[in-house]
Structure formats: C-alpha cells, structure tokens
C-alpha cells in the first residue's frame, strides 16, 4: 500500500513538474524577440532608427533590429529629417542614414534642423550650418533657430537679423529682437517696444511700455501701465484696462483685472466678468476657474456648467477631467456628473478605455463606467498601449491586455511600454526610479507586440479611440477627416493599420473636421484613402 502511495505521488510531482516547465515554456515561447538583451540603452525609435549604447560608445538599429550604424559615438540624439547629430572625439558633427559624416565633428555643441540649419556652438559663439554643410561662421553672442528663412542673432548687446547665407537683413541695433510669431517679431528700442516683419521693416512704431508676440491676428501691449490688445497694423482694438493679460486662443484671451481674472472676445466683450482668482485655457469647450479657493469650469460663452467645489482639477482630456476632494482622486464628465467618485490616491486619464488607479500603495485600472475592472494589486503599472500595459509584481515585470489576463508573464527586471509594437524589456537590472529608463545595470532588448492587428484594432473601436479616416495623401502629407475637435490636439499621435503594419502620425494643424499630419514611424506608402484612424497617444507621452 505505502508502496503505492509513494509511487502515486512520485507520478504526481513529475506530473507538477511537467506542467510548470511546460508553463513557463510556453510563457518563454509566447515572448517574440526583435532584439536579446545585449545594449545598456536603447532610445525610442524616431525616423525607423533608434539609438543604442553598448559599453561607453553609441550607434543605431533599425526596426528590424539590425545595427545600421555602429557604437562608435561619445554622445548622439536621435534622427530628425534623416539627420542625427553625434559626438566622437570631443566635437559634433552630423551623419546621414548611411552613417556618413554631412558635417565632421567640429563644434562644441549643436543643435537639430531648423528651416534647413542648424545651430552650432563654437569657442563661446554661435553660427550655423546647413544640411549641405554650408557654415555661417560662429560669431553671435546669441541665436535663434532658423524660421522662414531668416534667425534672429545678438552681437554684444544688440540684436538683427540674418538670411541662410549668414547676411544680415538688420544690422544689430535693437535692444530686444523676439522670435517672429504670424510673422511679426517684437523689438525694443530706447526703452519702447514695437514690432517688425520678416523682411525687416518697421511695421509698428515703438510706442510701448512693454509688447508680446501676435496671436489669431491680435497682440497684447501695454501701455501706461494697463494692457490692451492691437491689430496688425498697430490699432488699439481693445483699450488698455487690464492688469495682465494674456494672447488669444480659439477666440479668447485670459485678462486681469480690478485683481479678478476674466475672458474676453476679440470685441473686448466680457464672455464672464472679473470674477476668479485664476482660470485656464480652455480644453476641450471648457475652462477650470477658481472662486473662493474651489475649482469648477465654464463654457466658452462664460456660463458656470460645473460649479467650484473641488480642491484642485486637471484640464478636460478625451471628455473627463480629474479633481480632488480631501485628497481623494476621481473623474467627472463634461456635464459634472461624477463618473468615478472621489476614492484614489491617483487616477490616470483614461488611455484605450482604461484608467490607472491607485490605492494603498498598489495599482489597477478602472473603466469610463467607473468600475474597477483590473484588480489593484500590481506595485506599479503603465498606461495601455497597443493593448496592453505594462506592470510589476513581486520584482518581476510583463504586460497584460485589457482583461487584466497575461499575455507576457512578469519575467523581467524592467519593461517600457509598447511603441510601434515593439517595447525596450531589460533583464538583470534592478528597480532604481532615478535611473535614466527607471532600471539600473542588466541589458536591455527589444521584443514584438503579440497581439495581432486585428486585436489591436478590436480595442480601439471598443474605447472609442475610432478618430475618422484618411481623405486624402500628397507629398509627405495625411487629411484625415473625422470629429477631430473632440479627440485630436496638435501634435497628438494616431495609427492606422495596413494587415499586420501599423503606421503611426502626428498631427500638425488639427481643426473642427480634418488634421493635417506627417508619418512619424512606418511607411506613407502603406496609407490608402478611406483607410480607418485611431487615436494613439497624447503629445505628453512623447
């Protein structure tokens, strides 16, 4: 009989070990390697390359993970407009796609293309160089980037004008030269402020105390101590009443006065009287402002639609905003309503129809109806991306999908959240939040996303995230035609999906019903007309 017994749970424990090996086999197998653990860093990728560092020496692969340049460099950045700058032997210079110099290292430091130039720095002046390495010698005191063909320099104390070919337009002779906005630039002279364009001439006389820079045709002046606003051709349009104020943004401007914050319109009417102690811009149709230490929002035409009565409040994001109560955490809609009641140490906006929540010192994700719909239990988490997120428990880091289920068990030392449908994991570092990728030492690689296209795109139309879609395609340009007021802000990223290819854009110039955007990863040979748009990620997760 004990004979028996033993040789049952002798089966059994074989049986055990057989079905773990073969769990943690499977788990193994379900991870899709781009890249093995093998550089000390790997930046995101920005123009299909992405920098690496191996040992004290930098280089770059390409989406398919292959080395494309080899760690060769001291320092580099990342590739803007085919270019990255890189330093070897204590000087920068540029390479091409290839590798190749355009620009030997030469200079103390340098900065990215900006209208075709780029700034560099030299024995304690700046100048300039080209894309065809063409240099304006480094000879300014001070410079700004290039921008419609002209930048703004400073010799000693004074400031002009220079063309590409390093020629000055105005000689330096203004004691303060602003960047051109709506291409008027604002100048100080004998203590005066005016304005010229951008060929130099004298639009606006110098006539004032002080002066900002032009926006929605408008800009903001002051004059014997109280602000108002002029046109283009230097009218005062809004008389000088205010303590400050501040430029105009979709048709209202934020002014001060008698020592209460207000808007107005571009009539100089009051859309709410000087009533708040502060105010925002508006996000989304609505502004956060402050009465009596409590925060609400008002609409653009000046009404109370949520009255004050939080501690603190975030701006409206994708129709829900986060406030405060006694420092709890929740969310409420566009109308007030309280989706999520006050109850978290912290809540995330919502990300592919989740939100992270914490409590207690661990992490989990609730959903627009306000239900916890992942257990928190994880000590820390990201924001889903491309379905899932990632988390850590026990030391140990994976991803999840949208059920809370692993996809990928927690396996490493560390994991950033997917982009482009690859995630940087790292293996044999430790948690140290104030290392540069929040992991010290190990190595770090690359692995696939294994959710397919079709998963992916499943999420997005379940959260909402559905944008509109592509109208049309010219040069290195993308219409695509939606609701864009509700979702897109500029340069937010959305994706479209060509079978299993993701394409991911930026958008530039979003308006009411179409947004002008660029291909930042992937191919624009892969976007047809009609294509479907999804929302991707906000301009703060770059």
């Known amino acids: 009989m004990r004979k028996t017994i033993f040789k049952s749970l002798f089966l059994f424990i074989v049986m055990a070990i057989a079905i773990l090996f073969s769990q943690g086999v499977k788990a193994q197998s379900s991870i899709q390697w781009l890249v093995k653990p093998q550089f000390d860093y790997i930046d995101d990728f920005s123009n299909g390359f992405a920098a690496v560092k191996q040992g004290s020496k930098w280089g770059y692969i390409n989406t398919e993970g292959k080395i494309v340049v080899n760690p060769v460099f001291d320092e580099v950045t990342a590739f803007k407009d085919g270019f990255a700058a890189v330093k070897k032997d204590g000087k920068w210079g540029f390479i091409d796609r290839t590798g190749r110099f355009i620009i030997k290292p030469q200079f103390n430091l340098v900065w990215g293309f900006s209208d075709g130039m780029a700034k560099v720095y030299l024995n304690k002046k700046y100048g300039f160089v080209s894309k065809e390495g063409q240099v304006i010698e480094p000879q300014f005191d001070d410079a700004s980037f290039f921008e419609n063909a002209i930048a703004v320099v400073q010799k000693g ?15 330096p002779q203004f004691n303060f030269l602003d960047d051109f906005k709506e291409g008027m630039a604002v100048f100080e002279i004998g203590y005066k402020y005016g304005y010229i364009n951008t060929e130099g001439k004298v639009v606006i006389k110098p006539e004032f105390n002080n002066a900002n820079g032009f926006s929605e045709g408008l800009a903001v002046v ?20 205010f303590e400050e104020a501040w430029g105009f943004d979709e048709g209202l401007a934020k002014a001060k006065k008698e020592g209460k914050w207000c808007y107005i319109n571009k009539e100089g009417k009051f859309i709410t009287k000087p009533q708040f102690d502060d105010l925002w811009s508006f996000s989304e149709g609505l502004a956060a402002v402050k009465k009596d230490d409590k925060w609400g929002f008002i609409n653009k035409e000046g009404k109370i639609v949520i009255e004050p009565q939080f501690d603190e409040v975030y701006a409206f994001e994708g129709g829900f905003a986060k406030f405060n109560v006694g420092n709890n955490w929740g969310l409420i809609d566009r109308e007030g309503r309280m989706v999520i009641k006050p109850q978290f140490d912290y809540i995330s906006n919502f990300t592919e129809g989740l939100a992270v929540v914490k409590k207690d010192g661990k992490y989990g994700f609730v959903n627009k109806e306000g239900k916890v719909v992942i257990e928190i239990r994880f000590n820390r988490v990201s924001d889903f991306s491309e379905g899932l997120a990632a988390i850590e428990k026990d030391g140990k880091c994976g991803f999840i999908d949208t059920e809370g289920k692993f996809v990928i068990k927690p396996h490493f030392s560390g994991v950033l959240p997917f982009e482009a449908s690859v995630a940087r994991v790292n293996e044999g570092g430790r948690w140290f939040p104030e290392a540069e990728m929040g992991v010290d030492g190990g190595k770090w690689g690359l692995i696939k996303n294994p959710l397919k296209a079709s998963d992916k795109i499943t999420n997005y139309e379940k959260a909402g995230d559905f944008v509109g879609t592509i109208s049309s395609i010219g040069g290195n340009e993308v219409i695509v035609s939606g609701k864009i007021a509700d979702k897109v802000k500029i340069f937010d990223k959305l994706c479209a999906f060509n079978g299993e290819k993701i394409v991911i854009l930026q958008a530039h110039f979003p308006m009411m019903t179409i947004a002008k955007c660029k291909v930042i990863h992937g191919s624009i040979n892969d976007l047809q007309g009609g294509m479907k748009v999804y929302f991707y990620k906000r301009k703060k997760d770059d």
């Open 157 to 171: 104390y004074l400031r002009g004008l220079i063309n590409k070919e390093g020629k000055f337009i105005i000689e």
């Open 222 to 241: 002051e004059k014997d101590g109280k602000w108002g606003f002029i046109n283009k051709e230097g009218k005062m349009v809004i008389e000088p009443q």
